[in-house]
């Protein structure tokens, strides 16, 4: 089945405490992405890559890395989280850009 | 900055009838249009994607865009209780999108049964 998928569904974490969410397409997809989604705020841009080794900040980045190390594989990592990265995470990818992007399932993230 | 603008709502259309969603955007070279479904606590899906002015129908839908005027609607016919969900218009970043795309705040919809 043609996917997108992000590990965890839902975490925890305490501040400052590094952590990586894992975000993995089976779909040969060039771009990929990766958006927070806020109550008030919408979804918003935090990191995008249109190739291996190609990546670049969308509207959000700051206390986020990524990495696209092999095409398959993006995730973002948070070094040092704070509260105010609790939110609602989704990944996405597509063939080409202009075609729509297909979601991962989202991962929950509270940092306490 | 990209800008995309919707109205939140809740639009609350009986079932049966026409649902009209709106959007607008501010940068005039884009080229890519979306509507994205969002059902609570569930990840966007895409429903309709349209590049040229006009009209674009699929199933129950129809997507309209209107690029001298930066505006782009979703049309439901015949709503069903189903269809109940936040829909999110996105736009194309760089015109194609393959910087990924900017997104509206979405638009709660309700169908009353």
């Known amino acids: 089945e043609a996917q997108v998928t992000q590990n965890p569904r839902y975490l925890i974490t305490v501040t400052g405490k590094k952590l990586t969410v894992t975000c993995s397409q089976n779909m040969n997809h060039e771009y990929m992405s990766w958006y927070r989604q806020d109550p008030g705020l919408g979804l918003r841009q935090i990191y995008y890559s249109m190739n291996v080794e190609v990546t670049d900040k969308g509207d959000v980045p700051e206390g986020y890395k990524v990495s696209r190390k092999e095409k398959r594989n993006f995730p973002l990592i948070l070094e040092s989280p704070s509260p105010n990265q609790t939110s609602l995470y989704f990944c996405a990818s597509s063939f080409e850009g202009g075609y729509g992007y297909t979601f991962g399932s989202g991962t929950r993230l509270t940092v306490v | 900055q990209k800008e995309v603008e919707q109205n939140s709502g809740p639009l609350s259309v009986p079932e049966g009838a026409i649902a009209s969603l709106n959007c607008t955007y501010s940068?005039?070279?884009?080229?890519?249009f979306f509507w994205y479904r969002q059902y609570s606590g569930k990840s966007p899906e895409l429903i309709m994607s349209?590049?040229?002015?006009g009209d674009k129908e699929d199933g129950r839908f129809t997507a309209q865009l209107n690029k001298a005027s930066q505006y782009v609607s979703l049309l439901i016919r015949d709503s069903q209780p189903s269809d109940s969900a936040t829909y999110l218009c996105?736009?194309?970043?760089?015109?194609?999108?393959?910087?990924?795309?900017?997104f509206g705040k979405g638009t709660h919809l309700i169908i009353q049964p």
């Open positions: 996105a736009v194309g970043n760089s015109g194609g999108g393959a910087d990924g795309l900017t």
């Open positions: 940068d005039r070279v884009s080229q890519s």
């Open positions: 349209i590049y040229s002015n």
